[in-house]
């Protein structure tokens, strides 16, 4: 018997769990305006490299648990990865920099805050403030593509009801995070308590930044 290979099996078993983990990888907030700096935060069992796609400045090499703080000149997706002889892994984080594109913002009605009353369905959507820059402010408003319900839309002490395919510059300058409260009108053949009705409320909006914004 040859002695090396009844050595090699068990030190193969010993590290087959031996591969790198990371337990958590973080970017916020995740949607800013130009000139925000984005905290990413992480927790590996070991040393690690942060790199950005496209290039963005990154702290590169870092220990298996840390912070750093960057400033993205573009959108990017920010890419954590460890290694060892035994393996590999990597997690990645999208950074969004706001530039007057169209977001959807929503709810499922499996959400604790829905309610179902006669003909209205309503939901509160909650946009985390720390997911957004402080700078990011609402412009128009509209419902999504081939949704043919009437809203009803309450959003920083404002209200305003919104017909299919109506755009409104009501909430234009409030700022993006906090409640949306959204309720829709159901359509003939929807009943609540049913699965006829929607399974998501929603809205369209344009995020614009305001830079120094109070």
């Given at each position: 018997?040859?002695?090396?290979?009844?050595?090699?099996l068990p030190l193969l078993l010993?590290?087959?769990?031996?591969?790198?983990?990371?337990?958590?990888?973080?970017?916020?907030?995740r949607r800013i305006c130009r000139?925000?700096?984005?905290?990413?935060?992480?927790?590996?069992?070991?040393?690690?490299?942060?790199?950005?796609?496209?290039?963005?400045?990154?702290?590169?090499?870092?220990?298996?648990?840390?912070?750093?703080?960057?400033?993205?000149?573009?959108?990017?997706?920010?890419?954590?990865?460890?290694?060892?002889?035994?393996?590999?892994?990597?997690?990645?984080?999208?950074?969004?920099?706001?530039?007057?594109?169209?977001?959807?913002?929503?709810?499922?009605?499996?959400?604790?805050?829905?309610?179902?009353?006669?003909?209205?369905?309503?939901?509160?959507?909650?946009?985390?403030?720390?997911?957004?820059?402080?700078?990011?402010?609402?412009?128009?408003?509209?419902?999504?593509?081939?949704?043919?319900?009437?809203?009803?839309?309450?959003?920083?002490?404002?209200?305003?009801?919104?017909?299919?395919?109506?755009?409104?510059?009501?909430?234009?300058?409030?700022?993006?995070?906090?409640?949306?409260?959204?309720?829709?009108?159901?359509?003939?053949?929807?009943?609540?308590g049913t699965q006829s009705v929607?399974?998501?409320?929603?809205?369209?909006?344009?995020?614009?930044?305001?830079?120094?914004?109070?």
């Amino acid at each position: 018997m040859n002695p090396r290979r009844t050595h090699s099996l068990p030190l193969l078993l010993l590290c087959a769990s031996c591969a790198p983990s990371i337990y958590t990888f973080h970017a916020a907030p995740r949607r800013i305006c130009r000139g925000d700096s984005v905290t990413l935060d992480w927790n590996a069992s070991k040393a690690g490299t942060i790199s950005a796609l496209p290039a963005q400045p990154t702290p590169g090499e870092v220990p298996a648990q840390g912070t750093a703080s960057v400033v993205p000149t573009s959108s990017a997706r920010f890419h954590l990865e460890v290694s060892n002889l035994w393996g590999s892994a990597a997690r990645d984080n999208d950074v969004e920099v706001l530039a007057g594109r169209s977001l959807p913002v929503g709810q499922s009605v499996a959400d604790p805050s829905a309610t179902c009353a006669d003909s209205t369905l309503a939901v509160t959507a909650q946009v985390p403030a720390d997911a957004w820059s402080a700078q990011a402010v609402v412009g128009a408003v509209t419902t999504l593509g081939e949704d043919k319900h009437r809203y009803h839309i309450e959003h920083a002490g404002l209200k305003v009801d919104l017909s299919p395919g109506e755009i409104t510059q009501a909430f234009k300058g409030t700022k993006v995070a906090g409640a949306w409260a959204l309720s829709l009108t159901l359509l003939d053949g929807e009943k609540c308590g049913t699965q006829s009705v929607p399974h998501n409320l929603g809205v369209q909006l344009v995020a614009a930044c305001s830079i120094g914004a109070p």
